[in-house]
C-alpha cells in the first residue's frame, strides 16, 4: 500500500495561499491522490482528487509531480474557515471496491 | 445534496451493552465504510462492504460486526461493548468510479 507523509502542522495568514505538501513515494501507476479536510467534531470532507494532471475545483487546487511521488494542495486564499486537519491518502485497490487509508494529516491553521 | 447521515451524534452505553450504529446514505452508493477516529491514531478502517450482504474486514475488526441488509443501510455492531471501544465512529459511502469518500457527521460513543 502506498503510505503519505505529510508535515503535522502549519500555519496560514488569512487572505493568503495554503500550501500543503503530501509525499506519496511509493504510489503506483493507478493509484488516485485525494484530498480530504475534518473540521473539528464533524466527519471528513472531500475536496479533490486526480491522477497526473493537475486538477481544480471551487474548492481548491491540485498539483501532482510529473513524476506523481509528491502533491500540493492548494487553497488559494485561505479563511478561518478552512482551519483543520487535512489528509492526503491514495487508494489502495484490493479485491471488489477498494479501500482508502488515512494517514495522520496536517493540521492547518489559519490566521487572522 | 449528497447524504449520510448516522442515527446518533452522542451515545453512553455500559460495558457489556449490545450497541447498534445505523448508518444511511441516499446516493445508491454501493460501498459503504464505518471508521474510527482516536487521538493520535488517526482513523483506522473497522469494516467496508461492497454491496448488499457483503462485507470485509478493515484493519481492526475485532470486537466489530457489521450489517447490509439493504443497499442504503450499514450498521455497526459492538456485540458486548468495552471501555477501549470509546470512540469516534464514522460512517462513510463511496461514489462509484471516481471514489469519492462522503462522511456522516459521526457518532461519538461513551462506554462506561
Known amino acids: 500500500d502506498a503510505k503519505t507523509t505529510q508535515p503535522p502542522s502549519m500555519d496560514c495568514a488569512e487572505g493568503r495561499a495554503a500550501n500543503l505538501p503530501c509525499n506519496h513515494s511509493?504510489?503506483?501507476?493507478?493509484?488516485?491522490v485525494y484530498w480530504y479536510r475534518q473540521i473539528h467534531s464533524q466527519g471528513p470532507q472531500y475536496i479533490i482528487h486526480?491522477?497526473?494532471n493537475n486538477e481544480t475545483n471551487e474548492m481548491a487546487s491540485l498539483i501532482i509531480t510529473e513524476d506523481r511521488k509528491s502533491s500540493t494542495l492548494i487553497l488559494p486564499h485561505a479563511t478561518l474557515r478552512d482551519t483543520a486537519v487535512y489528509y492526503c491518502?491514495?487508494?489502495?485497490?484490493?479485491?471488489?471496491?477498494?479501500?482508502?487509508?488515512f494517514g495522520q494529516g496536517t493540521e492547518l491553521s489559519v490566521k487572522p | 445534496d449528497v447524504k449520510v447521515t448516522q442515527s446518533s451524534r452522542y451515545l453512553v452505553k455500559r460495558t457489556g451493552e449490545k450497541v447498534f450504529l445505523e448508518c444511511v446514505q441516499d446516493?445508491?452508493?454501493?460501498?459503504m465504510f464505518w471508521y474510527r477516529q482516536d487521538p493520535g491514531l488517526g482513523l483506522r478502517l473497522i469494516y467496508f462492504s461492497y454491496d448488499v450482504k457483503m462485507k470485509e474486514k478493515g484493519d481492526i475488526p475485532e470486537g466489530y460486526s457489521v450489517s447490509r441488509e439493504k443497499k442504503e443501510r450499514f450498521s455497526l455492531i459492538l456485540e458486548s461493548a468495552s471501555t477501549n471501544q470509546t470512540s469516534m465512529y464514522l460512517c462513510?459511502?463511496?461514489?462509484?468510479?471516481?471514489?469519492?469518500?462522503?462522511f456522516g457527521e459521526g457518532s461519538r460513543l461513551t462506554v462506561l
Open positions: 511509493t504510489i503506483s501507476g493507478n493509484e488516485y
Open positions: 486526480g491522477l497526473k
Open positions: 491518502i491514495v487508494r489502495v485497490v484490493s479485491n471488489q471496491g477498494g479501500k482508502l487509508i
Open positions: 446516493m445508491d452508493h454501493e460501498n
Open positions: 462513510a459511502s463511496r461514489r462509484r468510479f471516481t471514489g469519492e469518500l462522503f
